[in-house]
């Protein structure tokens, strides 16, 4: 299979907005549940946002409010649009696919993401 793959990081100020997209590629919207995590450094990677089936998204604290994730299904893509951008935003995000369990997509841990890209650098600085 091929990866998942992120597109749109960069610099940005405090304040400023990003929107990173990823290519779900081989990860159709029946089969796999899609998010978004990060990894700044010297920290653990952690659960961003998810694609939740009732299309709401699931939110990490540090980020509710300000992040938001959506899906172009003909595009065949997941974004993540990142507005009020913090300096303890910086890190690399990671766009990460796992097999949709029976349960859904809702509630699922960083353990069942086993489809990762490549990750792109996010970094927020004045």
């Known amino acids: 299979q091929v990866q998942p793959a992120e597109s749109g990081g960069g610099s940005v100020q405090p304040g400023g907005s990003l929107r990173l997209s990823c290519a779900r590629n081989?990860?159709?919207?029946?089969?796999?549940?899609m998010g978004w995590f990060r990894q700044a450094p010297g920290k653990e990677r952690e659960r961003v946002a998810l694609?939740?089936?009732?299309?709401?998204?699931y939110y990490g604290d540090p980020v509710r409010g300000r992040f938001t994730i959506d899906q172009d299904i003909a595009q065949n893509t997941v974004s993540l649009q990142m507005n009020d951008l913090k300096p303890e935003d910086t890190g690399t995000y990671y766009c990460?696919?796992?097999?949709?369990?029976?349960?859904?997509?809702?509630?699922?841990?960083?353990?069942?993401?086993?489809?990762w890209g490549q990750g792109t650098q996010v970094t927020v600085s004045s």
């Open positions: 990460a696919a796992a097999r949709r369990p029976a349960f859904g997509c809702t509630a699922l841990t960083i353990e069942f993401f086993t489809n």
């Open positions: 081989d990860y159709t919207f029946r089969s796999y549940c």
């Open positions: 694609l939740t089936d009732d299309g709401r998204g």
